[in-house]
């Protein structure tokens, strides 16, 4: 294998796990909170659909972006209802919000199915883009590209380095006793929960305005779900979800480039590798000892009320 197949094999890594990237991003934040969202496939599916409509509608892919992130943001303000305001069970919320806006985006997207766009192009940075292996690797992708390597950098030291990830800590892990300190505990997952929606829509527009730019029903492929067990793989880790998302990747495209190879492994056996690996993970976080080996906040899928103490 030379180093160009190899350049060119990182490069549809990184491409292949930008998507996983936003959404996790997202995910973690929501989780850092106490609240676990599993609608994280139907809000990110919404997402790809209004943004192409958008886009298709408009001509502008920036515009594209921006519908997703409305509709990211509205999809996970259903869901914050529902759960912080009326006690419904997380999960089962989050599951039907999946159903749903899986369902949703099918019908309004069945008037462009199969249509095509012109989505954001790649961008090589000057200089950057001409370093020996790793320019062509990180330095000539798309815009989108760029943003979920600042947005990384960017919750990393929000979370790590300042008061508000102190507090996203603090009602995580404790959420009565940040209620007595003053925090608005509600409020604060309230925002948890809509940037987690954002970022869903940003994953979404991704990969309907640059992945494959076109719309098709289920074109996310279960990238939610991935996306979930990614955050588990991290330890609720913002460092550590960018390489996850890589890795995932390149997981994913494994069976194309073995294929390529000539390998007489079954493409089909290959294919499912990512996604044995979140089965995987959800059986593990299902069980207590791990979570707490894993680093998992402690209130995470644990309803908070007021008006109740601990």
């Given at each position: 294998m030379d180093s160009d197949l190899i350049v060119q094999i990182l490069f549809a890594a990184v491409k292949t796990g930008t998507p996983l990237l936003f959404i996790a991003l997202g995910e973690v934040?929501?989780?850092?909170?106490?609240?676990?969202?599993?609608?994280?496939?139907?809000?990110?599916?919404?997402?790809?659909?209004?943004?192409?409509?958008?886009?298709?509608?408009?001509?502008?892919?920036?515009?594209?972006?921006?519908?997703?992130m409305l509709m990211g943001c509205v999809m996970s303000l259903i869901f914050a209802v529902l759960v912080l305001h009326l006690g419904a069970n997380q999960v089962a919320t989050g599951l039907a919000l999946t159903i749903f806006g899986t369902g949703?985006?099918?019908?309004?997207?069945?008037?462009?199915?199969?249509?095509?766009?012109?989505?954001?192009?790649?961008?090589?940075?000057?200089?950057?883009?001409?370093?020996?292996?790793?320019?062509?690797?990180?330095?000539?992708?798309?815009?989108?590209?760029?943003?979920?390597?600042?947005?990384?950098?960017?919750l990393m030291f929000v979370v790590n380095k300042t008061r508000i990830g102190l507090t996203l800590k603090a009602v995580g892990e404790n959420p009565h006793?940040?209620?007595?300190?003053?925090?608005?505990?509600?409020?604060v997952r309230y925002l948890a929960v809509m940037f987690g929606g954002v970022m869903a829509?940003?994953?979404?527009?991704?990969?309907?305005?640059?992945?494959?730019?076109?719309?098709?029903?289920?074109?996310?492929?279960?990238?939610?779900?991935?996306?979930?067990?990614?955050?588990?793989?991290?330890?609720?880790?913002?460092?550590?979800?960018?390489?996850?998302?890589?890795?995932?990747?390149?997981?994913?495209?494994?069976h194309l480039v073995l294929q390529g190879l000539g390998w007489s492994i079954s493409?089909?056996?290959?294919?499912?590798?990512?996604?044995v690996a979140t089965v995987v993970v959800m059986v593990i976080i299902s069980a207590d000892k791990f979570k707490e080996k894993l680093l998992a906040p402690?209130?995470?899928?644990?309803?908070?009320?007021?008006?109740?103490?601990?």
């Open positions: 934040i929501c989780e850092k909170s106490g609240v676990l969202n599993l609608g994280q496939e139907g809000m990110m599916l919404m997402g790809a659909v209004v943004g192409f409509l958008a886009a298709y509608g408009t001509g502008s892919a920036g515009l594209g972006v921006l519908a997703a949703l985006s099918a019908f309004i997207g069945s008037g462009v199915v199969g249509q095509t766009i012109q989505g954001f192009q790649p961008i090589a940075i000057p200089l950057l883009s001409d370093i020996p292996f790793i320019g062509k690797i990180l330095f000539s992708h798309d815009i989108l590209v760029y943003s979920s390597f600042a947005m990384t950098f960017a006793a940040a209620n007595a300190i003053g925090i608005k505990v509600l409020r829509g940003i994953s979404g527009a991704y990969m309907s305005l640059v992945y494959t730019p076109m719309w098709v029903e289920n074109m996310t492929a279960g990238r939610g779900w991935i996306a979930l067990a990614l955050v588990v793989f991290a330890s609720w880790r913002v460092g550590r979800i960018m390489l996850g998302a890589y890795l995932f990747g390149l997981a994913s495209i494994m493409p089909n056996l290959l294919a499912m590798l990512p996604y402690r209130a995470l899928g644990k309803p908070f009320d007021p008006r109740q103490m601990a």
